[in-house]
């Protein structure tokens, strides 16, 4: 991550104020707010306020007065039925926001979850900074052969050595094309007199999508549970998935009774079709069932397997 | 409104608490924190939480680290600037929960707003208190004979106290059947032993609709304000103004800032069509222009000329 | 279902008008385009308007040029992909429109999917007609001692007659007030020509919940197959289910290969949690396993055997 | 706009079919259906699908049974005071659904609206044409020096073909390195047969943001109104606003009515704030009113005139 000693300044002011309130308050999740969580070479996920906790969640479920909390082992429970019932609306009742700064390319799979509020650094206003995403090696990856949007292996030798050229000298000459189109100093004075520069709505689209740009994003518990179930999961980009991996430490500080049960009916649940089922109800009977006697397709299959084999 | 010794214990323990944050704080809300503000003759609008304050939306416009205020006057420029032009999703940055008890009526056009996370008290699951809206001798209004969705005059003499009759007789007579129905005591115990007692989630049909329900509900600024423009409005129905009204109050102590852009540039302000535009050009260059002349239909005329006319 | 003389006339020539068009185009919902599939003892549910059909969702899926489709059964195996992995976008292309009469009650339900758009019949406007919803005697059931917002035992005898009774009283009375209070003829003109009418806005109020209301209801098939899902599930209130049920008839003429998608990885389907996850696994190897050691609730459990034990 | 000729052939196919429907059908929008109208370079806009006409908000707003019109000037005059007085729901009863092909940069900022449903090409799953954006010599702005986001005037000589020259050299150069990562033919085949190939979801990352993307977008009358108030807007950037006028058209041949009330109340029209009514109304009664006495700041005060001023 690359922030400047001013943008660091900033945001230990913030977090040495404090102030006294009667709104429902997450010690855990105050550690570490407004703090950047870095991800990728330049990103980072920073939360920045939050809106209620565990409890909020039980306290909307009930209509109630108060708190509405009980015996936390009932205010689980109750969690745990609201998430395995699909009871969605309590968890709407907790609201997050965080600052994120990220590649363009991630940014527009992000921006494909609607329901949230989103704020853009504007490069029709601003200029952007001279930072773009370079793939660590271990992730520069093959195409894969199965999957006709995944990775394969790791690319090796000459074949990483280049790309990784191409992708540093494409984004350096985009960016110096940039600065050069805009004609535009710093303290917003011309480099060259003699020239007028190009308007930023213009010059930005000479940036590869690997450029990075940031955002606030805000929304609800729901939602963000819903997002975080996509793009954590193992068929999400890398890119993504590390901004996901991220979130997920965030929510199991700020409403841990609500992260696992995500973790015991979302992410580590399954869901099984009706000819699934039929399968293993005759496996349960005892019989020899395979793919071809199963009605499910080869793939279909392979994904039911991967749910009921043994774990090492 | 009518509260039990029970639930205002609730309420007196919630406020008596305080935690220390460090997030944006707004100390003029947090003073009417969890309170219940009268609203009709059993109903309230309590400000249960809240994210964000007027520097978050400056915040949020400047994608900033720090809290992204400069001087006092500068952010209320700006506000004013991203109010006037619209540039709607600085507002979505704060976000505001209430607690609303209304008759059902009033929830059915409420809940017409989408844009919005609610919890409903539920009576399929729970038995409804015997609370019903009587509208106040001043609002006993008739029939508008210029506006059909209109108030006009206030009734009085026997018209009036038959109509209260009415209404009072037919939402008591209602209720008692629904206990009778119910065959429940408060403590769950049947009140006739010889009976079963028909379902909660049939009994309610006998319900009318003038019965007090209550919900959480939470919004962004955004919706809140656009949520308040349309019931805060002379032309909505009064019954869901009075609580427009009283969550004004609240956005007022909540974001000044913004309340004050959302008064001179909404509530205040008017949108003339491009016909009236041509008629107030015509007008400022000396031409006597009247509802003939101008290519309005009356009902758009005398709606400019309340635009236009010198305030007593 | 109740209806006038002249709005079977009006739908009876909608009926028989046709139009030539380029669009796609479904055969076997244009046979029942704006007729009327009745609902509870005066509701029903009518297709107004679709967009789109299962070539729509392969369309926008692969965003070509032309149709879109392939073979049958390639475009079958794209639309079960989609519906197995939730890429739910594609779903979101087709369109529907429906006109719904139902109980207020039942509004209130629906109007909690927000996903849609609503014009609902307006009382402020117009007066309500003189219809209310009574079950029919197999749906008057006791409240469930198990399930806190379910269904128990159907009542018999003498509570159910006095059930109805007070129903029927009940509902009468109220329209007999709504009606009085208003002082209107069908024709506008006024009853009792002493008096005034109370508004309409405020005579609404008196009516129970169980009245019909009626509205416009448009969305897309995603969000109609989620709606589906929960309302045309076992522990939907039965006064919502049969709406629901209606309108499943009419996605299975409209996108054949999407409701078939949807029933096999849907409704038929079942989700597992990671525990039972285990549990089933553990089967699977020939343990003997039981609540105590599933590590499931009580509950949980006879959810999963639910789902596990041979159908008859 | 460029299209292949199987492209080309695929919308003749579906131009050259036509159906039968009891739908609403519109003549004027079913001439166009399909068809490609070019934008900016190498893009297009294509209306693919549609949903109801005028009298669709017409038949919502009065709930009606038949198709809900009454004479032309009944209807024109209703969907007038819809438009007017913001009753927005009946205009949600129409939907439309576009395929647009444009610049990622120009994708980027249409995505922010919401409420609408999109399919876009996947550069995970698929390889992106070599095709960008170059902006017309009348379009290359030099950067406003009133409006940091905005155009100035037009740059020539030298500094414009410099600018033209490095758009040109670096999106070729974009594209021909992501084809040597790539390392994949046409036909999926290996160009090189030593080397493995960079996954998709990597290689696109070296795109600049003028490449052209395309996407299925559909939306509801009320959200793309709003969609085209903010985009044919004066302020919205030229590379998105010829697209807002393409779509203007189509509006106007779908839902003439709707157009025309659009034009006169939205377009056409204007909003003044409280202080700018105070203005004009001392204007009306005679008093000389400059910026200074008018309360306004410099920027409204220059708007006001703009509305306010004689027009040529």
Known sequence: MTMTPEQAAEIAALRSQSQTTRRATVPALEEILYEPLNVLDHGFVRVIDYMGDDSAVVQAAR??????????????????????????????MCEIKYHVKLPIFVARQWIRHRTANVNEYSARYSILDN?????????????SSSNRQGRGDVLTGSEAARVLDLLKRDAAQSYASYEEMLNEKPDGSKRDEDREGLARE????????????QWYWKT?????????SLRADSHAQYEIRVYAEAMLDTVQRWVPACYDAFREYRIGGAALSATAIKAVRRMLAGEQVDQAGSGLSAREWRELMDVLKPQG
């Open 63 to 92: 209509v109630s007065y108060g708190r509405g909390t009980k015996k936390v082992s009932e205010d689980r429970g109750l969690i745990n039925y609201l998430m395995r019932h699909r009871h969605t609306t309590p968890f709407e």
């Open 131 to 143: 930072e773009f995403y370079i793939p660590a090696p271990d992730q520069l990856a093959a195409q």
């Open 202 to 213: 213009l010059a930005r689209m000479n940036l590869t999508v690997n450029f990075y740009t």
């Open 220 to 228: 609800d518990l729901l939602n963000l549970l819903h997002f975080l």
